[in-house]
C-alpha cells in the first residue's frame, strides 16, 4: 500500500538548518507531485512547498520563499526539504503528501493531497 515516511525534523535552534525527508513505497513515485505541509498548534495545516513529477517545478509558501529548498531523487523514491535560516514560527508538525497523480502540477493546499505520511516534528527555539 502507500507509504510515506518522513524523517529528519528535531529542535534547533533560530537560524540553524534541517534537512526534512520524506521516502514513499508502494506506489509509481516518478508520477506523482510531492508536498510538504506543516501545521502548528493552534493552526490550520498550511502548503509549505511542493515538487511536480513531470518537470520538477517547485512551488513554495511566502513564509519559506529563500529559505527553504524542495528536490526529489526519483531513483531513491524520496522527497527532501532544506530549510536554512530557520525561525521559532518555523515550528510545527510536518508532513509530505501526494498528489492524485499523473499531472503536471503538485499539491499546494491539503484539498489537493491524495496520500499523507505521519509527519516529523520541527521545533525551532533556543
Known amino acids: 500500500q502507500v507509504q510515506l515516511v518522513e524523517s529528519g525534523g528535531g529542535l534547533v535552534q533560530p537560524g540553524r538548518s534541517l534537512r526534512l525527508s520524506c521516502t514513499a513505497s508502494g506506489f509509481a513515485f516518478n508520477y506523482y507531485g510531492i508536498g510538504w505541509f506543516r501545521q502548528a498548534p493552534g493552526k490550520e495545516r498550511e502548503g509549505v512547498s511542493c515538487i511536480s513529477s513531470r518537470h520538477g517545478d517547485t512551488y513554495y509558501a511566502d513564509s519559506v520563499k529563500g529559505r527553504f529548498t524542495i528536490s526529489r531523487d526519483n531513483a531513491k523514491n524520496t522527497v527532501y526539504l532544506q530549510m536554512n535560516s530557520l525561525k521559532p514560527e518555523d515550528t510545527a508538525l510536518y508532513t509530505c503528501?501526494?498528489?492524485?497523480?499523473?499531472?503536471?502540477?503538485?499539491?499546494?493546499?491539503?484539498?489537493?493531497?491524495?496520500?499523507w505520511g505521519q509527519g516529523t516534528q520541527v521545533t525551532v527555539s533556543s
Open positions: 503528501a501526494t498528489d492524485s497523480g499523473y499531472g503536471s502540477s503538485c499539491p499546494k493546499v491539503p484539498y489537493d493531497a491524495a496520500y
